[in-house]
């Protein structure tokens, strides 16, 4: 298995621009998440998903969208970029659910994706 | 401000000593409790978790122990290593269908 795998592993933006952030399970995960991690600064959930086709809000959403046509891609656009966006993201998966020891509700992550705004 | 929290930003251990990373948090709601590693330019990885009806866990070379009464999480790396520099991050968790709260991280320095 591959496990949770995200692309691009780095881009440079402009304002303004937009772009996708591709991410993708091949461990048959019910639930996906978005997260970003600024410098210093611990994991702020922009939006998750339960299953295809089902996605929700979480922390931090502005300036972001997602879509879950597939159990195994969990793509997030931003459709304007803006300096604040500037971070790296990462996404993840899980089984979800309820709270089993060692089991749904630990999260697997990808690698993440350094994008910087100018 | 976040329910969940750490209380030193960075530490210093040497090789071979015991490591313990604290963390608080605010919501006694809060029923799971997870672990994670990460190393420099990689995503986070699970170390250990417990749940709320626990006091202690233990892994290889890693102990968590759970402290309700003061809503207090703290993790023990035994006979620390340089390959546990990184930093540690704690999450909590209210409920099945919530969603994972993360602290800010501690870095964990291991001088040789």
């Known amino acids: 298995n591959a496990g949770v795998t995200q692309t691009p592993k780095f881009r440079i933006l402009k304002i303004g621009q937009s772009m996708t952030l591709q991410c993708a399970q091949d461990?048959?995960?019910?639930?996906m998440y978005w997260y970003r991690q600024d410098p210093g600064m611990g994991l702020k959930l922009i939006y998750y998903?339960?299953?295809?086709?089902?996605?929700d809000k979480g922390e931090v959403p502005n300036g972001y969208n997602v879509s879950r046509s597939t159990t195994e891609d969990f793509p997030l656009r931003l459709e304007l970029a803006a300096p604040s966006q500037t971070s790296v993201y990462f996404c993840a998966s899980s089984y979800g659910g309820v709270n089993v020891l060692g089991g749904a509700n630990v999260l697997t992550f990808g690698a993440g994706s350094r994008l910087t705004v100018l | 401000g976040e329910s969940v929290g750490l209380h030193l930003p960075t530490l210093s251990v040497q090789e071979g000593d015991n490591s313990i990373i604290n963390c608080a948090y605010s919501n006694s709601a809060s029923d799971y409790f997870i672990w994670y590693k990460q190393e420099s330019g990689k995503g986070p990885q699970f170390i250990i978790d417990i749940r709320s009806n626990m006091d202690k866990r233990q892994g290889q070379r890693v102990t968590v122990l759970l402290n309700k009464t003061v809503k207090h999480l703290s993790l023990q790396i035994a006979a620390t290593q340089p390959g546990d520099s990184a930093v540690y991050f704690c999450a909590e968790k209210r409920g099945a269908n919530s969603k994972l709260t993360f602290g800010k991280g501690i870095t964990l320095s291991v001088r040789p």
């Open positions: 998903s339960v299953g295809a086709g089902i996605t």
């Open positions: 461990m048959n995960h019910n639930y």
